[in-house]
């Protein structure tokens, strides 16, 4: 993306020229002279100035008078102690920004750093854009603070509502693999992301570093990870912040970086600190752009290692096929830099005392107040604001503007970004289907095929991400159109593995969910394939995302962004010799705790069906939908019209397996979601036609979970009219569901004929076992279905003992036939259905 | 723990003087003789053999005759990628067991690695020992073979149902920190945990290296970490095995351990590879040996530092306070070794293509049944088991015995090892309540007092882990007690750090759930203190660790453990500035999804039933108990004998909070669960009687939720006749719970009056919010649920819109006040209900 040169023209600050000359003569500073790093650091007290600001102030915002203890707030709320660390690294990215007209994007990573974005926003002018009730001027200072932590206001960390955000701040650990996501197909983009020492604890944070591993020096853009050291988190010292610096060092030279030390020595020397870290950040981007250049100028390229001395050694080693070394910065400095040194005799700032309100209790502590007046002075808010508040003009001209602005970056708001996905057609990729129940085809293959198509017509914006599983789940045929993406060494024996590709494969359930995430925040297309049990693993990551969706579907100046879709396969009901660990069909559970106006769950019965329920959601914008699906050869069901049309409703009548009478209502209803239920439930009805021929038996399938829901309470759910037209008011209801019962009752239990509901699922059962020993085990199996639907038919009471007693002895000799074989017998794994009987 | 010596007497390889030897004279191998390297050799090709039989066999398991098609299974399912490293490293443990008497652990990462945990168990005798029809013959070998990865047999991955597990194969990612939790405490065991390529990629293995910052060398045991890089995953190569050694090297010594690399460079030459890793182990062990001497000799003693050589740089620099740098082994060695080397002019061995079964096929392809044969055959079983079947004496004689072996270890089997936990007096720490409702104590910091006198009373077998929360929680009473272990570098500054402790903090939420499931598995108590919403982040390793529980609780030789419990606090109705990222209630759903034999949830109301609810579970066996209990002041409702009863009970009338006439039904029935919801309920039903005194109101508490649902599907469950009790079986029930309303309706739906049931709970809303805005917003608030109840009560329809309205302007007016305050009305936290009205 080239976005337009917006930026000041007289803007001269840390240019090339000088920049280049600060990485050849090392970190001295000389490459930002000294009026340009004051300038910084104004700007740097204006943030720090603002966010004190927000945390305490409900009045008096430039102390036009002395602060008197009606001007705080009554609840202090809010954290201070990451905030001064990432106000100064947002000043100085700000600086090479305007400078070299970089294209930026700010990660924050630190759970409560929400001051200091909305600080830096409100200097850029964004949020007064954005937010016209918050303007450049006293009164609007006055409302940024008061909204701060307070109800129906902003929260104290990064959200959807923070502009140039995408990240929340909350839950820690997906910073990084946020920034890789945002940079895959971005190759002018550097995504700055700011990683905390606490979150630096995380396994997922652990587990980021090696994205590097996966992003493509020619095609992507970079990360700039600074791992921000201030030592603490709420109550402890970090892990990290802990360790000596050669250890340090060594560990992410271990995860392959280029580490570049900037240690705050003095608190009290802020332009010590400046100069300092004005040098490693050009220095450390100087380097990104070599990498690249490298790697783009010369295709079959060199490739890099880091030296023992921390340095890159490409020139050395251009043999090596190691992953590049890219940089990245350590910045150690007070927690609470700026803040107050001790508050009643206490040490406050660089100590973990500083996370939260260093003062608190003002309203009953004049000495406290005196502090916190002293505070905010100390940042000489005179020098910093006009007479009517807003930022001084010399000040305000550092910054980059329009879109270069990270808080107005379009990164940030993908949707501005955003291009249509090209939709292979259809009709192209469904498989014929002459009569239903006949033929086998596994749907996940098949849609192999259909993503094959989907990546060359979209090259460089759809990624498909899978944790070492898209092989496994089936979709290997894409491998016809790309690779997997793979930065480290490659061997002769590898397949489909190329320095670019669509397919990302890693054994992380965090980095995938986490890269597509921010892949798809800055405005493109993917999905997530995983194994059904383990994609447990993300649980809260779908959380977060789920809840961001819900904010920013509210904020008309967020533009839709794609859907995040999960394929899910590798399904409980058919486990074989994984087993019990690999059993577990509640994700969809807890999916459906999340906002309707977000959440989309499709359990598509065969393999055209999964084909336009996929070609649905991919089309689909600000939704989380999860596809359930099996990979195993499946019998088809539905004609490409047919399946079409079905997924359409997302729920209907199945006449071809079903026994009814024109214009009379059925006996029984066999209802059924999920691919191996629905084979099930069509085997009992005809099991139930064949015992009782006169027996008019209705079969429904539903493909879109959420039509079951009230459409009170979903945009999906079906009226109470129609719900009853298909399931009756009054006759027994028998169905089989992919996953734990009782969430079918939950979706349905203000239903007309919801006391004649009997619904079968998965109910914890079975360790090692075959798909009938599984179905058998959670008693969801034809022949007990049909014995289901026998004992809730009234007419049938007479008949009941004979018909359960010889369906008992089928079902008992295929169970046995499973346990002395080893595997199902034909009865159950063969099928009739069709034009034959 | 002190196991008993029964290590066969003749034994002597592989002793601790030529073990020194070895580490003086490098890895030349010196230091185990030949004959013993031969004996592990065989060792290692009849654990082989048997995974191999067991993928592929169901008769003539000792090849007696030719292989026949027919002796082949007819579905091929598990592992062989991975089992020959683990069977080479479980060989070569048991030789340094045998000759040092060392107490070890095995712990097998390598996620389908169960045919070696098998086969080594039926070599050590263990397994024929617990599972008598599998015995030490060639019958009992025909029945190990075939059971394996066969309905109703076993998996392919490590289970409860194998003999010397404590970590379930399936979901990747633990296996370090189970291990670290099997130490902490035992300073006697070394646990060797063998690490795949596959899981080090996980983000929860990558943040597990850190939890050497965590153990205390001088009363904790040691980790040897054994990552084994076998280059593949299912159809990828992995991260770390592409790796150049030396950045892999400065990644581990940067997590402060010392590699020691072994790497198989020829496949075929076997003898060189024991060499090698028989020296190398011998040379860990000697290192942990020192680490440990050297600091548990001298208490103020010693710590250590990675040498930039890679080794211990104790000696030059004993002023460093850095984590002592323990031994860690990497064990370059092929994928699938010793298994066919190409199939079909592919390469297998040392490829992805040997992850599961190299040779398909079997029964239409002779020329693999061939090579399976050959395969089988390289082994030369007959050289390796008796006439009868067994293992031959020689080869069993170098395997430890009784609890030594690694397969009967108690430390896999923690009940026979538990001791009961001190609990103190439940009266000392209960709090005074003279009147219901009119003071507030934070229920979690009286919590704290008695954790604190748990921790005194048992101060070796009992941890408390915390995401660096356990003050946030309100849990700080517990330091007067003990510290927060850190190992890393100590600041004056620092409080409550000490290099031992009970308390365990650090910002993974993975780390505190893997340390404490390896901490209960191997015998001990404890739990696990979290902010609410973030426990989803451990969703699926709570659900391993309940299917774990499940399948232990049925196999009879694995004697009950120590529950799980979580302590879930700063829950979603008092989240305040932090908002809408910090909410989410939805873990209960999760639980409750697992067996109802494993899960249990508590929602105390107060601070004396927090109290009852703890004592309860800490004495529990077996279970995982989730309580979720406010830490802000609350106000108390029981007293201690009350407390006690109703927590007994789980359920109950509040006769104090009601409004009802003796021997009458009431005309309306609140309920609830939950602390904010109780206050909510009993301010409802305190508003209605202010509104209609006459009205009979009924105020229900439930601590058990478990008791809502029936007795058939829980243990805890109520019997419809006393649920119709409580609830009635035709009047409005108006319900305030604490988490998503549907759970309710689920528990409930099969009961009489479900009909009449309305259940108020969170609904998704809320950014930034004070508490009352938050119960506002989700229409849980008193006033509302006073509105809701007269709603439905027929009597009172001509009186509605009047009582309506007064409540809706009260409602009105204090949600005004939150607004423009900033925070809640004092009618709404104030309270005046107790004696004086």
Known sequence: MAIEDQTHAGNGSGGSPSTLDATQTGKAGSGTDEHTLEMVNAWWRAANYLSVGQIYLRDNPLLRRRLASSDVKTRLLGHWGTTPGLNFIYAHLNRLIAGRKQEMLFITGPGHGGPANVANAWLEGTYSEIYSHVGQEEAG?????????????????????????????????????????????????????????????????????????????????????????????????????????????????????????????????????????????DTCVDEIHRVQQDRRSDAGGHHWTVGSDGTAAHDEEPESDDTPAWPMII??????????????????????????????GIHDDSEHLAQLEQWLQSYKPDELFTNEGALQPEIAAQAPSG?????ATPYANGGRILKDLKIPPFKKYAVDVEAPGRERISAMVNLGKWLAAVVELNPNNFRLMGPDETASNRLQEVYTATDK????????????????????????????????????LTGRHGAFSCYEAFVHIV???????????????????????????????????????????????????????????????????????LLAVADHCLRSRDYVNVIVAGKQPALTWLNPEQALLHCARGIGVWEFASYEVAGEEPDVVLGCAGDVPTVEAVAAAQLLHESMPGLKVRVINVVDLMRLQDEKEHPHGLSHRDFDGLFTTSKPVIFAY???????????????NHGNLHVRGYIEEGTTTTPFDMAMLNHIDRYQLAIDAIDQVPALASRQAGLRQRLQDRRLKAWQHTRTHGEDTEEVTGWTLGGDD
């Open 141 to 281: 200072l006055a409302e940024l603070f008061k909204q701060f932590s307070y109800p129906g206001g902003v929260p104290s960390h990064a959200a959807p509502e923070t502009p140039g955000s995408i990240n929340e701040g909350g839950e820690l650990g997906y910073s990084l693999a946020h920034a890789y996501g945002a940079a895959f197909d971005n190759p002018d983009l550097i995504a700055a992301c700011v990683i905390g020492d606490g979150e630096a604890e995380t396994g997922p944070l652990a587990g980021s570093w090696h994205s590097n591993a996966f992003l493509d020096p020619t095609h992507d853009g970079a990360v700039l990870p600074i791992l921000h050291l201030n030592g603490y988190k709420i109550a402890n010292p970090t892990v990290l912040a802990r360790m000596p610096d050669e250890r340090l060092a060594k560990l992410l030279e271990g995860y392959g970086y280029q580490p570049h030390f900037v240690t705050v020595e003095d608190p009290g020397d802020v332009m010590a600190a400046h100069r300092d870290f004005a040098a490693t950040l």
């Open 331 to 360: 910045l150690r400095s007070p927690k609470g830099w700026t803040g107050p040194g001790e508050v009643d005799g206490k040490p406050v700032e660089g100590t973990w005392r500083s996370h939260q309100v260093p003062l608190a």
């Open 403 to 407: 879109d270069l602005r990270m808080s």
């Open 485 to 520: 993406v793979w930065e480290a060494e490659l061997h002769d024996v590898d397949e489909h593995l190329a320095r670019s590709g669509r397919v990302m494969e890693v054994l992380s359930e965090h980095l995938c969910q986490g890269w597509l995430e921010g892949y798809l």
């Open 539 to 609: 649980d809260s990551m779908f959380n977060q995302h789920a809840k961001w969706l819900k904010v920013h579907q509210q904020l008309p100046w967020r533009q839709p962004i794609a859907s995040l879709n999960y394929l899910l396969s590798s399904h409980v009901w058919q486990q074989d010799h994984n087993g019990f660990s690999h059993q577990d069909p509640g994700f969809i559970d807890h999916v459906v705790n999340k906002k309707a106006e977000v959440v989309r769950v499709y359990l598509p019965p065969d393999a055209n069906t």
């Open 738 to 752: 992919h996953g734990y019962p009782w969430l079918i009752h939950r979706l349905t239990y203000r239903r007309t």
